[in-house]
T-cell receptor, first 111, second 115 residues
Framework: QKEVEQNSGPLSVPEGAIASLNCTYSDRVSQSFFWYRQYSGKSPELIMSIYSNGDKEDGRFTAQLNKASQYVSLLIRDSQPSDSATYLCAVPNQAGTALIFGKGTTLSVSS | DAGVTQSPTHLIKTRGQQVTLRCSPKSGHDTVSWYQQALGQGPQFIFQYYEEEERQRGNFPDRFSGHQFPNYSSELNVNALLLGDSALYLC??????????????FGPGTRLTVL
């Protein structure tokens, strides 16, 4: 059974700082990785997907993948109070049809 | 273009009762996956429906069952409710049989409280 581990936080950063969110996974064969953002009381929203080693940038968000270390991270540059949310890391299940989520890291950005 | 819709928004039931939750996928999508999210946890996969059949199931008991209709909408049924079934139930829609590389869009969820 695949497992996804995240530090539950809360991670607190001041406005304008870089927030770094980390995730480790147990299965070496995972090929795709997803970061979802979930505001309190709302449903998860996909913000980044990454499939190959290295960095992938999208606006203020950068996903970093290191398959050898089984580690994926999400960097949020110029953090805004509106980024305050829970960030969920997810990998596909064995069949590749559903997602296995971590428990999420709560980010708080203070103005 | 309507996104994923779910009904009802909130539901309160007592132990032992049965509940039915509904989901309409995003326009153009044909696959519906259901997840349970307990407080403070990540979503857990319940099952997936494609072509009106249950294609895959997570680690949930038979009390959890579902259905997909010809218009791709889906229902989740939970029998003999337990206190531990209290959670946010999320429906995710996608296209093409649920390959995860096809983005899954989540609906707003149904908050179920079992007393």
């Amino acid at each position: 059974q695949k497992e996804v581990e995240q530090n539950s936080g809360p991670l607190s950063v001041p406005e304008g700082a870089i927030a770094s969110l980390n995730c480790t996974y147990s299965d070496r064969v995972s090929q795709s990785f997803f970061w979802y953002r979930q505001y309190s009381g709302k449903s998860p929203e996909l913000i980044m997907s990454i499939y190959s080693n290295g960095d992938k940038e999208d606006g203020r968000f950068t996903a970093q993948l290191n398959k050898a270390s089984q580690y994926v991270s999400l960097l949020i540059r110029d953090s805004q109070p509106s980024d305050s949310a829970t960030y969920l890391c997810a990998v596909p299940n064995q069949a590749g049809t559903a997602l296995i989520f971590g428990k999420g890291t709560t980010l708080s950005v203070s103005s | 273009d309507a996104g994923v819709t779910q009904s009802p928004t909130h539901l309160i039931k007592t132990r032992g009762q049965q509940v039915t939750l509904r989901c309409s996928p995003k326009s153009g999508h044909d696959t519906v996956s259901w997840y349970q999210q307990a407080l403070g946890q990540g979503p857990q996969f319940i099952f997936q429906y494609y072509e009106e059949e249950e294609r895959q199931r997570g680690n949930f008991p038979d009390r959890f069952s579902g259905h997909q209709f010809p218009n791709y909408s889906s229902e989740l049924n939970v029998n003999a409710l337990l206190l531990g079934d209290s959670a946010l139930y999320l429906c995710a829609s996608s296209y093409g049989g649920g390959a995860v590389t096809n983005e899954q869009f989540f609906g707003p969820g149904t908050r179920l409280t079992v007393l």
